[in-house]
Structures are given as structure tokens and as C-alpha cells.
């Protein structure tokens, strides 16, 4: 009878390992890893990823590379030049709570984001917006103060203009949080544990195509070395960013390698700068701004630290971003002139290798976020750089929200910067300039148009006229650039590594967005 019992319960333990084995193979389940955890998705905030957000919340419109898609609404028509837009809604859409999606679901999205207008003040449309009506059940009408070009394009942004069923609003309102997340995307939020992991399960009744994947593991992995060692033992079958706090791009080399895992770069996205403020002691001459442009040597920058897989940055946009296709002058790495303008402006090289200007050391700070492994890297060589032109550069890493706070105050010298990529280059960008909270405003103080500047943003983003806009986005480009407020490194590339047998990874148009509901996985032999 013990020895029925003990082959009993080996065969049972036998047959469980092999079913769970079994379970592990066919799972339809792909294990995502992030660095962040998603926090609060709500779209009509900035506290969640935004990866996340796109997955549960979706647009009236989608941005892509041919341009402006239907989505919620299928149909939309522009009128009184441009102040009015009628958009047609889809009537098979349903949130994932069971509401229907109709125009007054729409209207009362659209009012709870106007009622915190000033957290979204940096997207121009909404200051633009006078007002929104109902037309009929399945017909939104959207009435702007003023013609305003990038309308359409902000609508489909990843936030704020993404639409929650409205069980989840609390009083009516989105601004202090929601009850639920339930929106109209292909997945639904299931289960979150902070800082560990988030479950996103399958929406099997959305409208639109449903996803191949039965669920997504968004698994939190704080340490870069942790991530790597979970995609190498199968933990993990995907990563997917665009800048070092996921991965750095020496080990995305080595990773491209290895024959258990593959790699995909996305096109150029966004721009790698060094921002210099113009209104701090020494970095305020435009002299010694032109001198730090001259020293660092992005081409080293782009062979030595991101492995060739970005191309130099001349100007602060590549010519392939809207707009901005047009001549600048090329400041090269040239060490000679680098010097010659720092003695020009009363710096003098001292036996200790580094210039005094009136006794004072000329000594600047360049502050980067600590938790992205690439800009520390690029930091540290950027230090080397200007020691070379007799600058003592301190580096300091810090954390995210401290990080963001310094470009909020304005308390630095230089800061590492990147651009939001398209579709928010250039127009939303360029609107945040305007904008005391973030780092290029701090940055730009100091110059002396600044006043034409911020008033010259305004008139493009108003300006209904193709050309006159062309030569407003010129005037400015070609002002920012001459007074070196920024140093562009790098045009910036999403990184994938994966398992191979995650298929049909492909790239949204912004770097923001991973399209997970494109993917599918193929089943073990």
C-alpha cells in the first residue's frame, strides 16, 4: 500500500511538471520588462507610462507615417477656416465596463480635461479650445478660438486627449484621479502590483481587430544588469525603449550577437542635445556657448559610445522632421577654435590646465538623470571633452524627479536634453518652450528675444498660412541656433531585444507607444 501510495504520488508529480511545462510552452502570455513601473495610468494625467496609457485608452484619430488616421471617429470635416471640427464617431465602440461610446461620452472627456487647463497649458490646443458641443448622439463638434495648424496631430497624442468611460471619473471630474481604468483599447488593466508587475489581459470584445496575445506581463526590473540576465534565461521576452534606461547600446551590441535573442532599431526619433542656459554667470556669453559647441566631438560620441546606430546631430531637428529642412551652419569639432574664442572672451589657460577669467575658475556643471546608464556614459566623455579647452566640467547624476525639478528652477549650467520626437516635433516642443516649468524656458532667459521668440512660437502655431509658417519655423531655428542654446549630439533610435519567438514587432509613430497588439507568438515545436 506505501509503495502504491509513493508511485501515486510520483506519477502525480510527474504528470503536474510536465503539464506545467506544457502550460510554459503554449503560454500566450509575453512578459514585457521596464525599468518604470506603470504607476497611474489615468490619460488625462502625466503620472503614468505612457506605453501603458496607449494600450487601455485610445484617440478620435491615430497619428501615423501616412499621416492622420480615423479611429474612434470615422469621419471628420474642417470648417470657418479651420476654428470648427465635426468629427463622426464610430457606433460599435463599447468600453470595457460596458458603456457605449457616443458624442456625450466624448464631450464630457473633452470637459474634464479643460477643467485642469493649466497642468495641460504646454499643449497649445488647449488654450485654443473655446468650446464643445453635442451634435448628436454619434456626431462631436470641436470649436477652437483660433485657426490652429497641429490640431489634429495633438488630438491623437497619447495624452491627454484619450477618453475613460465616465463610471470611472470621480465627481464628475478626472483631475484628481479615477475610480476605474476602463477604456475602449485592446487591453485591459487586470491586475497591478506597484513596482512589481502589471497584468494586461486581452480585450476579447473590442471593436477593432482583438490582439493575437492573450495577456501582457509588464514586469518591473529596476537593475539593467537584471534585465539582461531575464532575456538571456527566458524570463523576459521583450524590451523595448528608446533611451539608456532600458538598455545601454554596448550591450545591445552584444546582444545583436548572441543567437538566442534578436535586436531592431527603429528610424531616427528624437534629438540628444546638451542644453546651456543663457542666463548663468559664465554661460551666458554667447562666445563661451559657441566654444563649448566646438569642443565635444559627437562623431567619437556616435562610434565610441552608441556603437554607430545614431547619426551626428548638426541642428537641433533632423531634416526629416516637419519644418525643418533647412540650411545651418555646421559647428565642427574644432578644438583651435574652441580655445581662441574662450581667450577672446578674458579666459585665460593658467599652468593648472584649466582657464581663469578675474580670478574666478571656469567651472560649469552638467546634470543628467542617474538612472540612465547612456547619458552618464556620454557625460563623462563630454567632461573629457572640455577639459581639453581648459574647462573643469562637474557631472552630477540625479534622480528623475530631482533632475526635473532642476529644469523647473533653472538651477544649472548645462543639462542633458532630448526632444520628444515626432509627432510631437516640432510643434509640441517648441510650445513647451513657452513654458516656466520646463528646462529649455529656464534655459533660454537669457536671450535677448526671448519676448519675440515665445510671441513667434504662438504665431506659427496660429498661423494658417503653409509658407508664412515655413519661414516662422526658419526665423526660429535659425535664431536658436546661432545663439547655441543647445548642443545636439545625436539623433536618437528605439531599441528592441527579443525573444525570437515574439513575431511582427513594429514601431508607432511616436517613441512613446509599443504596439503590442500587433504582436503575436509563435508556438513551440
Same mark, same amino acid.
Given at each position: 500500500?506505501?509503495?502504491?501510495?509513493?508511485?501515486?504520488?510520483?506519477?502525480?508529480?510527474?504528470?503536474?511538471?510536465? *503539464?506545467?511545462q506544457?502550460?510554459?510552452?503554449?503560454?500566450?502570455?509575453?512578459?514585457?520588462?521596464?525599468?518604470?513601473?506603470?504607476?497611474?495610468?489615468?490619460?488625462?494625467?502625466?503620472?503614468?507610462?505612457?506605453?501603458?496609457?496607449?494600450?487601455?485608452?485610445?484617440?478620435?484619430?491615430?497619428?501615423?507615417?501616412?499621416?492622420?488616421? =480615423?479611429?474612434?471617429?470615422?469621419?471628420?470635416?474642417?470648417?470657418?477656416? *479651420?476654428?470648427?471640427?465635426?468629427? %463622426?464617431?464610430?457606433?460599435?465602440?463599447?468600453?470595457?465596463?460596458?458603456?457605449?461610446?457616443?458624442?456625450?461620452?466624448?464631450?464630457?472627456?473633452?470637459?474634464?480635461?479643460?477643467?485642469?487647463?493649466?497642468?495641460?497649458?504646454?499643449?497649445?490646443?488647449?488654450?485654443?479650445?473655446?468650446?464643445?458641443?453635442?451634435?448628436?448622439?454619434?456626431?462631436?463638434?470641436l470649436?477652437?478660438?483660433?485657426?490652429?495648424?497641429?490640431?489634429?496631430?495633438?488630438?491623437?497624442?497619447?495624452?491627454?486627449?484619450?477618453?475613460?468611460?465616465?463610471?470611472?471619473? %470621480?465627481?464628475?471630474? &478626472?483631475?484628481?484621479?479615477?475610480?476605474?481604468?476602463?477604456?475602449?483599447?485592446?487591453?485591459?488593466?487586470?491586475e497591478?502590483?506597484?513596482?512589481?508587475?502589471?497584468?494586461?489581459?486581452?480585450?476579447?470584445?473590442?471593436?477593432?481587430?482583438?490582439?493575437?496575445?492573450?495577456?501582457? !506581463?509588464?514586469?518591473?526590473?529596476?537593475?539593467?544588469?537584471?534585465?539582461?540576465?531575464?532575456?538571456?534565461?527566458?524570463?523576459?521576452?521583450?524590451?523595448?525603449?528608446?533611451?539608456?534606461?532600458?538598455?545601454?547600446?554596448?550591450?545591445?551590441?552584444?546582444?545583436?550577437?548572441?543567437?538566442?535573442?534578436?535586436?531592431?532599431?527603429?528610424? =531616427?526619433?528624437?534629438?540628444?542635445?546638451?542644453?546651456?542656459?543663457?542666463?548663468?554667470?559664465? &554661460?551666458?556669453?554667447?562666445?563661451?556657448?559657441?566654444?563649448?559647441?566646438?569642443?565635444?566631438?559627437?562623431?567619437?560620441?556616435?562610434? *565610441?559610445?552608441?556603437?554607430?546606430?545614431?547619426?551626428?546631430?548638426?541642428?537641433?531637428?533632423?531634416?526629416?522632421?516637419?519644418?525643418?529642412n533647412?540650411?545651418?551652419?555646421?559647428?565642427?569639432f574644432?578644438?583651435?577654435?574652441?580655445?581662441?574664442?574662450?581667450?577672446?572672451?578674458?579666459?585665460?589657460?593658467?599652468?593648472?590646465?584649466?582657464?581663469?577669467?578675474? *580670478?574666478?575658475?571656469?567651472?560649469l556643471?552638467?546634470?543628467?538623470?542617474?538612472n540612465?546608464?547612456?547619458?552618464?556614459?556620454?557625460?563623462?566623455?563630454?567632461?573629457?571633452?572640455?577639459?581639453?579647452?581648459?574647462?573643469?566640467?562637474?557631472?552630477?547624476?540625479?534622480e528623475?524627479?530631482?533632475?526635473?525639478?532642476?529644469?523647473?528652477?533653472?538651477?544649472?549650467?548645462?543639462?542633458?536634453?532630448l526632444?520628444?520626437?515626432?509627432?510631437?516635433?516640432?510643434?509640441?516642443?517648441?510650445?513647451?518652450?513657452?513654458?516656466?516649468?520646463?528646462?529649455?524656458?529656464?534655459?533660454?532667459?537669457?536671450?535677448?528675444?526671448?519676448?519675440?521668440?515665445?510671441?513667434?512660437?504662438?504665431?506659427?502655431?496660429?498661423?494658417?498660412?503653409?509658407?508664412?509658417?515655413?519661414?516662422?519655423y526658419?526665423e526660429?531655428?535659425?535664431? /536658436?541656433?546661432?545663439?547655441?542654446?543647445? /548642443?545636439?549630439?545625436?539623433?536618437?533610435?528605439?531599441?528592441v531585444?527579443?525573444?525570437?519567438?515574439?513575431?511582427?514587432?513594429?514601431?508607432?509613430?511616436?517613441?512613446?507607444?509599443?504596439?503590442?497588439?500587433?504582436?503575436?507568438?509563435? !508556438?513551440?515545436?
Amino acid at each position: 500500500m506505501k509503495k502504491l501510495l509513493i508511485l501515486t504520488v510520483t506519477f502525480f508529480a510527474i504528470f503536474m511538471f510536465i *503539464g506545467c511545462q506544457e502550460n510554459k510552452k503554449e503560454s500566450n502570455e509575453l512578459t514585457y520588462a521596464s525599468t518604470k513601473d506603470i504607476r497611474d495610468i489615468n490619460p488625462h494625467l502625466y503620472r503614468g507610462e505612457m506605453a501603458a496609457q496607449n494600450m487601455v485608452f485610445e484617440p478620435l484619430i491615430i497619428n501615423t507615417q501616412d499621416g492622420i488616421k =480615423p479611429w474612434l471617429a470615422k469621419s471628420w470635416q474642417i470648417k470657418e477656416n *479651420g476654428k470648427k471640427y465635426i468629427f %463622426k464617431l464610430r457606433e460599435d465602440v463599447l468600453f470595457t465596463d460596458g458603456v457605449k461610446l457616443d458624442a456625450n461620452v466624448i464631450k464630457s472627456n473633452f470637459d474634464a480635461i479643460l477643467e485642469n487647463k493649466v497642468r495641460h497649458a504646454w499643449l497649445e490646443l488647449v488654450n485654443v479650445i473655446d468650446s464643445t458641443k453635442v451634435i448628436d448622439k454619434y456626431t462631436f463638434e470641436l470649436n477652437l478660438k483660433s485657426p490652429y495648424y497641429p490640431t489634429l496631430t495633438e488630438l491623437a497624442m497619447t495624452r491627454p486627449f484619450r477618453f475613460v468611460s465616465p463610471k470611472c471619473f %470621480k465627481q464628475n471630474e &478626472t483631475k484628481n484621479g479615477l475610480s476605474c481604468y476602463s477604456g475602449t483599447g485592446p487591453w485591459i488593466l487586470k491586475e497591478h502590483n506597484k513596482n512589481s508587475f502589471a497584468l494586461f489581459e486581452r480585450n476579447n470584445n473590442y471593436w477593432n481587430k482583438a490582439p493575437k496575445i492573450s495577456s501582457i !506581463k509588464w514586469k518591473v526590473i529596476p537593475n539593467h544588469q537584471a534585465i539582461l540576465l531575464a532575456l538571456q534565461k527566458g524570463e523576459v521576452d521583450l524590451i523595448f525603449g528608446s533611451d539608456g534606461d532600458m538598455i545601454n547600446l554596448n550591450a545591445f551590441t552584444a546582444l545583436k550577437k548572441e543567437n538566442s535573442l534578436k535586436t531592431l532599431l527603429s528610424n =531616427p526619433i528624437a534629438s540628444r542635445a546638451i542644453l546651456i542656459n543663457t542666463k548663468r554667470e559664465i &554661460t551666458k556669453d554667447s562666445q563661451v556657448r559657441l566654444a563649448l559647441a566646438h569642443a565635444i566631438n559627437k562623431e567619437a560620441i556616435i562610434k *565610441g559610445i552608441l556603437n554607430n546606430s545614431e547619426s551626428v546631430a548638426n541642428t537641433l531637428f533632423s531634416k526629416t522632421t516637419p519644418y525643418s529642412n533647412i540650411d545651418l551652419k555646421t559647428k565642427e569639432f574644432n578644438l583651435k577654435k574652441s580655445n581662441q574664442l574662450l581667450k577672446d572672451s578674458g579666459w585665460i589657460l593658467k599652468d593648472d590646465n584649466f582657464r581663469y577669467k578675474d *580670478g574666478k575658475l571656469l567651472e560649469l556643471k552638467l546634470y543628467y538623470n542617474a538612472n540612465n546608464a547612456q547619458e552618464k556614459v556620454i557625460s563623462e566623455y563630454i567632461q573629457s571633452n572640455l577639459k581639453d579647452i581648459g574647462v573643469n566640467l562637474k557631472i552630477i547624476g540625479e534622480e528623475k524627479q530631482s533632475f526635473l525639478d532642476r529644469q523647473k528652477s533653472g538651477n544649472f549650467d548645462l543639462q542633458y536634453a532630448l526632444s520628444w520626437g515626432v509627432p510631437y516635433d516640432p510643434q509640441s516642443f517648441i510650445s513647451s518652450w513657452r513654458v516656466p516649468a520646463h528646462g529649455d524656458y529656464q534655459a533660454q532667459m537669457g536671450l535677448k528675444r526671448k519676448a519675440w521668440l515665445d510671441d513667434t512660437i504662438q504665431d506659427i502655431l496660429t498661423q494658417a498660412d503653409e509658407e508664412k509658417r515655413k519661414q516662422l519655423y526658419k526665423e526660429i531655428f535659425t535664431y /536658436i541656433h546661432q545663439q547655441n542654446v543647445y /548642443i545636439p549630439l545625436s539623433y536618437s533610435r528605439t531599441k528592441v531585444v527579443f525573444n525570437p519567438r515574439v513575431k511582427n514587432i513594429t514601431f508607432n509613430l511616436s517613441q512613446y507607444e509599443i504596439p503590442f497588439e500587433k504582436m503575436y507568438l509563435e !508556438k513551440t515545436k
